[in-house]
């Protein structure tokens, strides 16, 4: 009876709640089906062109009915227009809802638009465009509604206008100006015509601000035209006053596609002055005027014929330098031959024809390198020697055999280790460095071996280094550019757009293409300089006294290096800024003109490459934190003076000082002996002239740098080198030609060459298509069409132009000491 009772009681409690849940949905029906009652919904048959005043309140909603013929051959667009009259609407908006065939547009008015941290701008002007469905018969007519409805029991006046819009085709080659702010967004049509596979659409304004939006979007509804969505699909470009997007035929199956421009709501993104920010992000600022009059020019793209013509002529260019060098190596062989033809062919005359007792012909190698030492060489001794040497086609004399010293005295044969590990040596090798004139044999005393294993290090490392640089940053830019592909986002690359061809998934090929020429020329002089040191080698194989005691000791690591750097200065050109392997090349320049009368005591590659990493860390700290930071200035300029010091003093004292406690101490005793006691001049005149105009030259940058902050600071710091290198490369030729040396017709035609060249290229650097310095819309500026076969544009003629002055420049370091390789090295001046 308990558990009986129990049910019963639980039974009743349910019927019980669910009596007062149905008793609930029938009071809640009845009030809906009450207000239902009390609001009135009024539809009207509307008109194109006319301007509807009427007012909406929460309880009655309004409804413009509107029909349209739409032709299949002709598109025009319908363009909606609302202004809302009354004050203080923004607490209660009215909202409009389009009601199209596949398509619901709905927007409130004001309409509140946000900007940066979420600052919100109120419009009460609003006029959008309506998408349009396509339509699969040659005529058809559409209905669409216009629902107006608000939430305020105050009565909101507003006006409604719907209108056509006639020029909503853009045609090609035809420009169309109009006005959009950011309420009151445009976009138009385009059809591609017959034939034509790729387009580039130009939006132009004389306005630099308000910053704008200019999009490329698919035919589909609904279209993203506010600031807010415009970056939702599609390609897109922030602009001042440029923006070009190039759009292919592939990318759209309906063969057609919507320009779509927008006004933003801020001009942060365009790099404006930033504006006051409110307290609170929810209270909302004055939207002010911000219209904007732009134009928009669809214009036919290159076609393949184009892009066919740009890669021929970009191959002909570099081949033609291939070319040239072969029939230069054929010109220099066939002299050679002749020349070895008349050393085997000597007219030898007996002391009795010449009515001259012991008269001994003299051999072509006794000018400079031989035309001092006192020994002669008997008739017999040319001949056996000529017929010894003809097997490997050219004169060699052993050095045994010439000067009458054993090679185990001569002072290149000495090992390197051997050589410094002896205090006496030491001692004699700062006696010679003291000497007021050095000749490059005081300065060639090393073992020629350890030397050559020691600059191939050189070589080495930059290709370690090239390899470790250029895979991450290839997946960098696959990775950056497939971004580009799948969001859009065109402001991620500083292109100029203008003249950026793509090919593929890549947005602009024909700067890619430009960059053949570092890399073609760069294998080119490394097959110069594996020719000439394939010759040196040989020449010491069979112990040539040429190659043993006389000219610059040949030294081929540095040039390796070089050629290499140039080969990764266009990979690092198609991908990243350049600036890298810049400072890498003008280092491995002033290392290898320093090493021509320097080879003992020129700075190893780990020293090398520390200090050059130390430069592109400087370069990233100055392109993060350099932009108006004085503290980093400041910073910079006491350790680049300071750097100057040190350098200045290790080239004076050729690395007879050591930097330690006592520094400032032998500092004050040089000056009080030197200046104080006696007032003697420097010792070295000439390094001290050097070193003197370097430190005033690295000095003044400092301190503009200091004064003037520039914000390129990957710039600034390679034009200390280059200022740098120029400086000690034409201390270099001044000195050369001041010690009665002179330059051969090859290297004084590459000097010239080399520098016509470079005024040219430096021309076309400077003319800035876009810089990374600024906002992306802002480097857009910069952009120009292209110039060169409707393919290239200046950055591409500076890369083609660097690429060859680059390659003169090596040329010039490789020859222009070839009329020394037959003077002894103790008749070769060091400075």
């Not at 039974?11 to 009071?27: A, H, I």
């Not at 013509?309 to 230069?328: A, Q």
């Amino acid at each position: 009876m308990v558990l009986r009772s129990c049910c019963t009681f639980g039974q009743v409690l349910v019927w019980f709640r669910l009596g007062y849940v149905v008793l609930l949905w029938l009071c809640v029906t009845h009030f809906r089906c009450a207000r239902a009652e009390t609001k009135t919904v009024v539809q009207k048959d509307a008109e194109f062109d006319v301007t509807y005043n009427d007012t909406v309140t929460s309880d009655n909603q309004t409804i413009y009915a509107f029909n349209h013929t739409v032709s299949r051959n002709k598109t025009e667009g319908v363009r909606v227009t609302v202004d809302v009259l009354s004050e203080g609407a923004v607490s209660s908006p009215i909202l409009f809802v389009v009601r199209q065939k596949q398509a619901v547009l709905s927007f409130q008015v004001p309409l509140i638009l946000r900007g940066l941290y979420q600052r919100k701008y109120p419009y009460a002007h609003v006029g959008r465009t309506l998408c349009q469905p396509p339509t699969r018969t040659l005529t058809e007519t559409q209905y669409f509604f216009v629902d107006v409805s608000t939430l305020s029991s105050l009565g909101t006046q507003y006006q409604l206008r719907i209108s056509r819009v006639d020029s909503f085709t853009l045609h090609t080659d035809k420009k169309f100006s109009f006005t959009a702010s950011p309420s009151q967004p445009q976009y138009f049509k385009y059809v591609f015509l017959d034939g034509v596979d790729t387009v580039i659409v130009k939006v132009n304004s004389e306005m630099t601000f308000p910053c704008s939006v200019m999009s490329i979007q698919d035919i589909q509804c609904p279209v993203y035209d506010l600031d807010n969505n415009v970056a939702f699909i599609g390609m897109y470009q922030t602009m001042t006053k440029t923006a070009a997007i190039t759009v292919q035929r592939k990318d759209f199956p309906s063969n057609s596609f919507y320009v779509v421009v927008v006004v933003k709501t801020e001009d942060e993104a365009c790099g404006g002055p930033l504006r006051f920010y409110p307290l609170r992000p929810d209270e909302l600022t004055d939207a002010g005027n911000r219209s904007k009059t732009l134009d928009v020019v669809v214009s036919p793209a290159i076609n393949s014929d184009v892009y066919v013509m740009g890669m021929l002529f970009c191959l002909s260019i570099f081949l033609s330098f291939y070319l040239l060098t072969f029939l230069v190596a054929c010109v220099e062989n066939k002299r050679m031959h002749r020349r070895r033809e008349g050393l085997l062919n000597p007219v030898v005359m007996s002391p009795t024809e010449t009515g001259k007792p012991g008269v001994t012909p003299v051999s072509p190698y006794g000018y400079g390198c031989f035309a001092d030492n006192a020994s002669t060489l008997s008739s017999e001794a040319i001949t056996d020697s000529i017929a010894s040497d003809a097997h490997y086609g050219y004169m060699e004399r052993s050095l045994e055999s010439v000067t009458g010293r054993s090679r185990q005295e001569s002072l290149s044969s000495v090992e390197e280790d051997d050589y410094d590990t002896l205090a006496d040596i030491d001692s004699d090798k700062n006696i010679v460095r003291t000497k007021k004139y050095l000749c490059v044999s005081d300065l060639a005393r090393k073992d020629k071996r350890v030397l050559s294993k020691k600059y191939q290090i050189y070589f080495w490392n930059i290709a370690t280094i090239g390899v470790f640089y250029a895979l991450p940053v290839i997946q960098l830019v696959i990775t950056y550019q497939t971004v580009v592909n799948v969001t859009g986002n065109q402001d991620i690359c500083y292109y100029n757009f203008l003249c950026a061809h793509p090919l593929g998934n890549l947005s602009a090929f024909n700067n890619i293409l430009s960059n053949l020429g570092y890399v073609m020329l760069g294998l080119l002089f490394l097959l110069i300089v594996l020719q000439r040191d394939i010759i040196h080698s040989r020449a010491l194989d069979h112990n040539d006294l040429n190659a043993l005691e006389c000219g610059i000791p040949k030294h081929f690591g540095l040039f390796y290096a070089m050629g290499t750097a140039l080969m990764m200065e266009g990979t690092a050109e198609c991908l990243l800024p350049h600036t890298s392997f810049m400072y890498m090349i003008a280092g491995l320049c002033v290392l290898k003109l320093y090493q021509k009368r320097h080879p003992d005591i020129n700075a190893s590659a780990y020293t090398a490459y520390a200090c050059l990493a130390a430069v592109i860390f400087f370069s990233v700290l100055g392109v993060v934190f350099g932009k108006g930071n004085m503290v980093f200035w400041i910073v910079f300029s006491v350790i680049h003076i300071l750097a100057t010091m040190l350098l200045s003093t290790q080239l004076y004292y050729m690395g007879r000082w050591r930097l330690d406690s006592g520094i400032l101490r032998r500092i004050v005793y040089v000056i009080y002996t030197d200046c104080i006691r006696q007032c003697s001049g420097p010792m070295y005149i000439d390094r001290m002239v050097l070193l003197v105009m370097g430190n005033i030259v690295n000095w003044s940058l400092a301190a503009y740098g200091l004064l003037k902050t520039p914000n390129d600071f990957a710039s600034y710091l390679l034009a200390i080198a280059i200022c740098n290198l120029l400086l000690y490369f034409a201390f270099y030729i001044i000195m050369k030609l001041r010690s009665g040396e002179r330059i051969q017709c090859m290297a004084m035609v590459c000097i010239l060459f080399t520098a016509v060249v470079w005024g040219f290229a430096l021309f076309f650097f400077f003319q800035g298509l876009s810089t990374w310095q600024k906002t992306p819309a802002e480097s857009r500026e910069h952009n120009r069409d292209c110039i060169v076969l409707s393919f290239f544009d200046d950055h591409d003629i500076w890369h083609f132009l660097s690429s060859i002055a680059m390659f003169g420049s090596f040329l010039v370091l490789l020859t222009m000491d070839d009329d020394l390789d037959n003077v002894q090295r103790d008749k070769i001046f060091v400075f």
